[in-house]
Nanobody, 129 residues
Framework: QVQPVESGGGLVQAGGSLRLSCAAS????????MGWFRQAPGKEREFVAA????????YYADSVKGRFTISRDNAKNTVYLQMNSLKPEDTAVYYC??????????????????????WGQGTQVTVSS
């Protein structure tokens, strides 16, 4: 079992950068695939990025591809989301999630909230124009 805890959110101007961190407790962190999702006011939670347990495969939503980078450090039980060229439409609460299922393949599979077993409380990202 892991418990994700997000940090690093804040207020940034359009075009700026932020790096989110997700620290997950538990000795089995390296066996979990991790995902980032976001939810803007009045909208459904949407997929942002995911990374497999080894870090060898990453997946991105089209809206962030080329601007965001997901990575992980299993020695530190932490997954990161580097966000560059931020836009006002990136404003949302960002959530980190963990799934122990390792047989999924492809962006569509990892974009489904139902496959994730554990969720963090979220961190607010606000991008001003």
């Amino acid at each position: 079992q892991v418990q994700p805890v997000e940090s690093g959110g804040g207020l940034v101007q359009a075009g700026g950068s932020l790096r989110l961190s997700c620290a997950a407790s538990g000795r089995t962190f390296s066996s979990y695939a991790m995902g980032w999702f976001r939810q803007a006011p009045g909208k459904e939670r949407e997929f942002v990025a995911a990374i497999t347990w080894s870090g060898s495969n990453t997946y991105y939503a089209d809206s962030v591809k080329g601007r965001f980078t997901i990575s992980r450090d299993n020695a530190k039980n932490t997954v990161y989301l580097q966000m560059n060229s931020l836009k006002p439409e990136d404003t949302a609460v960002y959530y980190c999630a963990a799934t122990q299922a390792t047989f999924y393949r492809g962006t569509y599979s990892y974009s489904q909230t139902a496959i994730y077993d554990y969720w963090g409380q979220g961190t607010q990202v606000t991008v001003s124009s």
